[in-house]
C-alpha cells in the first residue's frame, strides 16, 4: 500500500511523473550496458538536460528551474527505485551547484551554472584523498599563493564523476598551520595544466558511476576561483553535508522500497514444496519488518525534507537519518536476496545489482561510525 506524503505538492507529483517517465525510456532500458563500460555516456547528460532535469532546484537567474529541495529529493528517490546507481546527477544537481551558488562569486556563478543546467559543464567534489578517507580534516592537497593564482598539489580518490566531470571543487589546505581551519574550496577547471586523471576505479557495486582518481601537479588557477572566504572551506563543508547525507538517506530508502516491490512480486510468483515463497510464515515476516522499515524511514526522512526545507536540518539530525537509513537498506537489501534464493546471486536480477550497490552507502558521504561519532557528540 502506497504511503501518502503530504510534504509533495501537486507540481512536485507532476516534476515526479517526467522522471519516472526519463528513467523508464532513458536509463533502465541501457543501464546494464553502461555498467559493462563503466560510465554513463555524456550523450544521456543531455538528454536529462533537455528533460528539465538538471539542476531543478537551481536559481532559473542562473539557468536552473528554481525549484524547492523537494525537486531534488523527488530525483534522487526516482534514481533510487530505477536501481540506476551510475547516475551522477544528483550530486551535480544537489551538492556541486549549491556549493557554486552559495559560495561562489558572481562570475563563477553566470559561467558555470548555466553550463552545468545544460549539461555543458557536468561538476564533482574533490574531498576524499588515500590517505584521509572520512577525516575531512586530515587533508593533504595545497593550494599556495604564488602571485594572483593559487598552486594546487595533490590527489585525491573515490571522486564521482571524475571521469566525466569538466569542473572541479577541491578541497584544499591554503594554510597547513591552522589545521581544518586552514581549509578551502576551490574550483579547478578539467583543462588547466597539471591537472590529470587517474584510472577509472573498479569497485564491488555502482558499476556504471565513473569513480576515479585525480592528480593535481602545481595546477595553477586565479584566486577569483576561491568559493567564499579562504579558510573557511571546512565551516562550508558542515554547512552543506547535512544535504548531503539527507540525499543518502533518500536515496537508501527508496532502494528498500524498490527491494520490497520486486521481492513481493518474485516470491508470490516462485513455487517450492507446492506453494508459492510468499505463503510461508518465514517469507510474511521478513517482508513484512521490511515494510515496516521502510515506512518509519519514510516518515522520518520526509520530516528531514521539512527541516531542509525550513533551514533547520542539523548535523546530527541528518547523521541520524543516515545512519539509520543505510544500515536498515543493508539489512532490508540482504533479506530481500535471500528471498531469491539462487537466482538473486545472479546478476542479471536487479536485487543482486542493488546488493553490490547498497554497501557503500554506510561508507560514504561518512561512514557509519563517523555517523555514531557525530551523534554521541550531542548526548
Known amino acids: 500500500m502506497p504511503l501518502d506524503r503530504p510534504i509533495f505538492e501537486s507540481e512536485h507529483d507532476l516534476f515526479r511523473e517526467t522522471v519516472k517517465r526519463f528513467m523508464a525510456r532513458e536509463v533502465i532500458p541501457f543501464h546494464a550496458e553502461w555498467e559493462r563500460a563503466g560510465i554513463v555516456p555524456r550523450a544521456l547528460w543531455r538528454?536529462?538536460?533537455?528533460?528539465?532535469?538538471?539542476?531543478?532546484?537551481?536559481?532559473?537567474?542562473?539557468?536552473?528551474?528554481?525549484?524547492?529541495?523537494?525537486?531534488?529529493?523527488?530525483?534522487?528517490?526516482?534514481?533510487?527505485?530505477?536501481?540506476?546507481?551510475?547516475?551522477?546527477?544528483?550530486?551535480?544537481?544537489?551538492?556541486?551547484?549549491?556549493?557554486?551558488?552559495?559560495?561562489?562569486?558572481?562570475?563563477?556563478?553566470?559561467?558555470?551554472?548555466?553550463?552545468?543546467?545544460?549539461?555543458?559543464?557536468?561538476?564533482a567534489i574533490c574531498m576524499t584523498e588515500p590517505g584521509t578517507g572520512s577525516?575531512?580534516?586530515?587533508?593533504?592537497?595545497?593550494?599556495?599563493?604564488?602571485?594572483?593564482?593559487?598552486?594546487?598539489?595533490?590527489?585525491?580518490?573515490?571522486?564521482?564523476n571524475g571521469q566525466n566531470a569538466d569542473i572541479f571543487i577541491v578541497v584544499a589546505k591554503t594554510d597547513p598551520s591552522l589545521g581544518a581551519k586552514g581549509t578551502s574550496l576551490i574550483l579547478v577547471e578539467a583543462d588547466r595544466e597539471g591537472f590529470s586523471r587517474g584510472r577509472n576505479l573498479d569497485k564491488i557495486g555502482l558499476k556504471a558511476q565513473d569513480t576515479s582518481e585525480l592528480f593535481f601537479d602545481n595546477v595553477r588557477v586565479p584566486q577569483t576561483n576561491l568559493l567564499g572566504q579562504e579558510n573557511q572551506g571546512f565551516r562550508y563543508l558542515m554547512?552543506?553535508?547535512?544535504?548531503?547525507?539527507?540525499?543518502?538517506?533518500?536515496?537508501?530508502?527508496?532502494?528498500?522500497?524498490?527491494?520490497?516491490?520486486?521481492?513481493?512480486?518474485?516470491?508470490?510468483?516462485?513455487?517450492?514444496?507446492?506453494?508459492?515463497?510468499?505463503?510461508?510464515?518465514?517469507?510474511?515476516?521478513?517482508?513484512?519488518?521490511?515494510?515496516?522499515?521502510?515506512?518509519?524511514?519514510?516518515c522520518f526522512i520526509d520530516r528531514c525534507i521539512a527541516m531542509q526545507l525550513d533551514g533547520t536540518l542539523d548535523l546530527e539530525t541528518a547523521a541520524i537519518a543516515k545512519l539509520w537509513a543505510s544500515e536498515v537498506q543493508g539489512k532490508a537489501v540482504d533479506e530481500c536476496l535471500q528471498l531469491f534464493g539462487g537466482y538473486g546471486y545472479m546478476w542479471e536480477y536487479p536485487i543482486a545489482r542493488l546488493f553490490a550497490d547498497a554497501r557503500i552507502n554506510r561508507i560514504y558521504a561518512g561512514s557509519s561510525e563517523v555517523m555514531k561519532l557525530i551523534i554521541a557528540r550531542h548526548l
Open 47 to 123: 538528454k536529462a538536460a533537455e528533460a528539465g532535469l538538471l539542476l531543478p532546484t537551481t536559481s532559473a537567474e542562473y539557468g536552473g528551474s528554481g525549484g524547492d529541495f523537494r525537486y531534488g529529493a523527488i530525483l534522487t528517490e526516482e534514481v533510487g527505485y530505477a536501481s540506476a546507481s551510475g547516475l551522477g546527477i544528483p550530486l551535480h544537481n544537489d551538492i556541486i551547484a549549491p556549493y557554486i551558488e552559495v559560495y561562489g562569486s558572481e562570475d563563477i556563478k553566470r559561467t558555470w551554472l548555466p553550463k552545468m543546467a545544460s549539461a555543458d559543464a557536468i561538476g
Open 239 to 298: 554547512e552543506q553535508l547535512p544535504r548531503e547525507r539527507l540525499l543518502s538517506a533518500l536515496r537508501a530508502i527508496a532502494t528498500v522500497e524498490a527491494a520490497l516491490e520486486w521481492t513481493v512480486a518474485y516470491t508470490k510468483e516462485r513455487k517450492a514444496f507446492g506453494s508459492a515463497i510468499f505463503d510461508f510464515q518465514n517469507t510474511k515476516f521478513k517482508l513484512a519488518e521490511v515494510r515496516a522499515n521502510a515506512v518509519v524511514g519514510r
Open 135 to 160: 577525516d575531512l580534516q586530515g587533508v593533504k592537497t595545497t593550494a599556495k599563493k604564488d602571485g594572483n593564482e593559487y598552486v594546487i598539489s595533490g590527489q585525491k580518490t573515490f571522486i564521482t
